[in-house]
């Protein structure tokens, strides 16, 4: 009989492994405890690392190690396994079957059943079996298919089967009719024409479009919002001057353009005047001085003290005015409920019969005025019918105030439209030829006034300069050189 490899050769077990019954496979295996403790500082890394070697780890660390190592190629422990998994026995070597000699087809035979050194090195010779893949087992909505598979089992029974069948059995009884493809005989003959003639059916679908359209490669332009294609004021875009404006106007026209103009400046003037007034400081004897300031600031602190300087009155009004609490015990407070005392059972029948009672009374009243209003049937037609025409009224009153706000400018920002200066020239001013005539102004103020007037554009004022740092005056050194 023969022992298996036991890993140590001929060595004799430690005391340790013949009493726990763990036999070690490395030959490096020894007791921890039989080794000497070695000494040195334990305050510095070097104490750490050795303190991570003291007997008591590396015999754990060693003990897992050698139960891995049996598990790995013996696929559990040896003193576990059972005799006939670790003897065998030996009958000796066939001295036959070596001395028998081998022809080369027999030695190229055995060297191609050989597997590589590489392929060796990468087998797998672990006898742990592997981890069972649970992710391998799983289906999704495992649980949902399941119900629907017994749903179908059941619909089975009574002699209904899914969608899908139900098509599928109908295309088997009723099968599609086949598609011929269409062959070079059945094609449809066109007619020949002119690629670049004027008339060629390529050309029919662009005829009446926009150049536009035809400009940009017969690209499909963007779909325009109906407000688009609406004014948004019905003011002309450009309005004709007065009469009093031409270059040679009547006396008449002339004067009523200068009269408009002067109307024009009157209500400006009214306007500054006012801000004026209202900004204005206020008379020498209505001007605040320091001892109206300083009344005005104490009104409403000094009332409580108004009466405490005058003699006798306080003594006139007797115990009351001088005792507080007696007042209060006199007048109950107003903000504090008076204490109520407990109703009879009595009391509470009456209030609840007295609820009823005018809750009955006002029902009986309610249909009383339901049935007299069926008298008033003619009175309420009149009374519904001026309503209407109340309405139809106000509805053509804000019909005409649109039409008559159409041609106005409205409120698009935060400023309002301010109509732009009448050009006019005084009667001394005007010239008797063309040579002469002195030009009235400005045609792009003139445009832009005109896109405010017809709501195009957002009245708008020219952007206030704003310095961002301060204005420094520095003297120079050849100016202070210069003496007068």
Request: charge should be positive.
């Amino acid at each position: 009989m023969a022992a298996g490899s036991n890993g140590g050769g001929g060595r004799q077990c430690s005391k340790s492994e013949t009493d726990t019954g763990f036999l070690g496979l490395r030959p490096t295996s020894v007791d921890p405890a039989l080794r000497r403790r070695r000494r040195g500082p334990r305050n510095k890394k070097r104490g750490w690392r050795r303190l991570a070697q003291e007997p008591l780890g590396l015999e754990v660390d060693q003990f897992l190690e050698d139960v891995r190592l049996q598990e790995r190629t013996s696929g559990g422990l040896i003193s576990e396994a059972p005799d006939e998994k670790l003897f065998f026995v030996d009958t000796g070597f066939k001295d036959k079957e070596l001395n028998k000699k081998r022809t080369k087809g027999q030695k190229r035979s055995l060297l191609l059943k050989k597997p590589l050194r590489s392929d060796l090195i990468l087998e797998n010779t672990s006898k742990v079996p592997a981890p069972k893949d649970i992710l391998a087992h799983q289906v999704p909505n495992a649980r949902k298919l399941k119900r629907k598979e017994q749903l179908w089992e059941r619909l089975a029974k009574q002699g209904k089967l899914p969608g899908e069948v139900r098509r599928a059995q109908a295309r088997l009884l009723n099968p599609p009719a086949a598609r011929a493809k269409p062959g070079p005989q059945d094609t449809v003959q066109r007619p020949f024409y002119d690629l670049w003639a004027k008339g060629n059916p390529l050309d029919q679908p662009l005829e009446g479009q926009d150049e536009f359209f035809l400009e940009q490669t017969k690209k499909k332009g963007m779909k325009r919002p109906q407000h688009l294609h609406t004014k948004p004021s019905q003011a002309p875009a450009v309005e004709v001057t007065p009469a009093g404006a031409s270059y040679n106007p009547t006396f008449e026209d002339h004067q009523n353009l200068l009269w408009a103009a002067h109307e024009v400046e009157l209500q400006r003037e009214k306007a500054a005047e006012k801000l004026e007034r209202q900004l204005a400081l206020p008379a020498s004897e209505q001007a605040a001085t320091q001892e109206s300031a300083f009344r005005e600031m104490c009104q409403g602190l000094l009332e409580e003290s108004d009466g405490e300087g005058e003699p006798g009155e306080g003594q006139d009004e007797g115990p009351e005015a001088g005792d507080p609490a007696a007042r209060g015990e006199a007048s109950p407070a107003p903000g504090r409920p008076a204490a109520l005392e407990k109703k009879t059972e009595q009391q509470r029948r009456r209030e609840k019969a007295a609820r009823m009672l005018r809750t009955q009374q006002a029902a009986v009243r309610a249909a009383r005025l339901r049935h007299q209003e069926l008298f008033r049937l003619r009175g309420i037609k009149a009374q519904v019918a001026r309503r209407l025409a109340e309405l139809a009224r106000r509805r053509e009153q804000r019909k005409a105030k649109r039409l008559a706000e159409a041609d106005k400018p409205r409120r698009l920002g935060r400023l309002k439209y301010q109509d732009p200066d009448i050009d006019v020239q005084l009667s001394s001013e005007l010239s008797d030829s063309l040579r002469t005539l002195k030009p009235e102004g400005n045609i792009l103020r003139d445009r832009f006034k005109s896109f405010q007037r017809r709501n195009l554009i957002e009245p708008r004022e020219r952007a206030k300069f704003k310095r961002k740092y301060k204005v420094k005056l520095v003297e120079k050194r050849a100016f202070r050189e210069i003496q007068l």
